[in-house]
């Protein structure tokens, strides 16, 4: 099946549809149950596993992490309704060179945009960077072997992307006991 992927992905979205986003999050084969106390972890736990059994499904105890207070997923790091990026991936930009190579520098931006939510006024800071980035296929095979003479503009929009990346942002949870905008 050469769609398998997505088509698990809407399969087990479909199970799960009454607790995605309440408390219960998938991607590809993966499901990520938090709470804030331990008796509802369980509870839902045992809610998730019972629907997926009975779905079918079938589970890889190599895999299992349960009642985790921390966990690294999709680059970031978990912890207690925290959510920051990953500090493996994060040195990965601390230690990059400004390449003046035009394919070099557009990975860089495209990188730095998976972190862009943990970055206030992203946006402008990526701007003078942009014309790196191609926007067409002939572009993109035309900038893998292009050396580019980068303005101080670019050169300052690169190292304010670095220092942003080494601050520790958090993004926190919702609080529901306060009214959201």
Same mark, same amino acid.
Request: hydrophobic share 40%.
């Given at each position: 099946?050469?769609?398998?992927?997505?088509?698990?992905?809407? +399969?087990?979205?479909?199970?799960?549809?009454?607790?995605?986003?309440?408390?219960?999050?998938? #991607?590809?084969? &993966? +499901?990520? /149950? #938090?709470?804030?106390? %331990?008796?509802?972890?369980?509870?839902?736990?045992?809610? $998730?596993? @019972?629907?997926?059994?009975?779905?079918?499904?079938?589970?890889?105890? &190599?895999?299992?992490?349960?009642?985790?207070? !921390? @966990?690294?997923?999709?680059?970031?790091?978990?912890?207690?309704?925290? $959510?920051? =990026?990953?500090?493996?991936? $994060?040195?990965?930009?601390?230690? @990059?060179?400004?390449?003046?190579?035009? &394919?070099?520098?557009?990975? %860089?931006?495209?990188?730095?945009? #998976? #972190?862009?939510? %943990?970055?206030?006024? *992203?946006? !402008?800071?990526?701007? =003078?960077?942009?014309?790196? +980035?191609?926007?067409?296929? @002939?572009?993109?095979?035309?900038? !893998?072997?292009? /050396? +580019?003479?980068?303005?101080?503009?670019?050169?300052?929009? *690169?190292? !304010?992307?670095?220092? %942003?990346?080494?601050? &520790? *942002?958090?993004?926190?949870?919702?609080?529901?006991?306060?009214? *959201?905008?």
């Amino acid at each position: 099946m050469t769609s398998g992927s997505a088509t698990f992905r809407r +399969v087990i979205n479909h199970i799960l549809e009454p607790a995605r986003w309440k408390y219960a999050l998938t #991607y590809i084969d &993966d +499901v990520v /149950i #938090y709470l804030t106390t %331990f008796e509802k972890h369980l509870l839902h736990l045992d809610e $998730i596993c @019972t629907i997926l059994i009975n779905a079918r499904f079938h589970f890889n105890p &190599d895999k299992y992490e349960i009642s985790r207070t !921390q @966990t690294n997923y999709l680059e970031y790091n978990i912890k207690n309704g925290e $959510i920051r =990026p990953s500090p493996l991936n $994060i040195n990965g930009f601390l230690n @990059t060179r400004l390449s003046q190579a035009a &394919d070099e520098a557009c990975k %860089f931006v495209k990188a730095a945009e #998976y #972190y862009r939510k %943990f970055i206030p006024n *992203f946006s !402008q800071i990526v701007e =003078p960077l942009r014309k790196l +980035v191609p926007t067409t296929r @002939t572009q993109q095979n035309k900038w !893998q072997t292009t /050396i +580019v003479t980068l303005t101080n503009e670019e050169i300052k929009a *690169f190292e !304010q992307l670095k220092k %942003f990346l080494a601050t &520790d *942002f958090v993004l926190r949870l919702p609080n529901n006991r306060f009214p *959201f905008k």
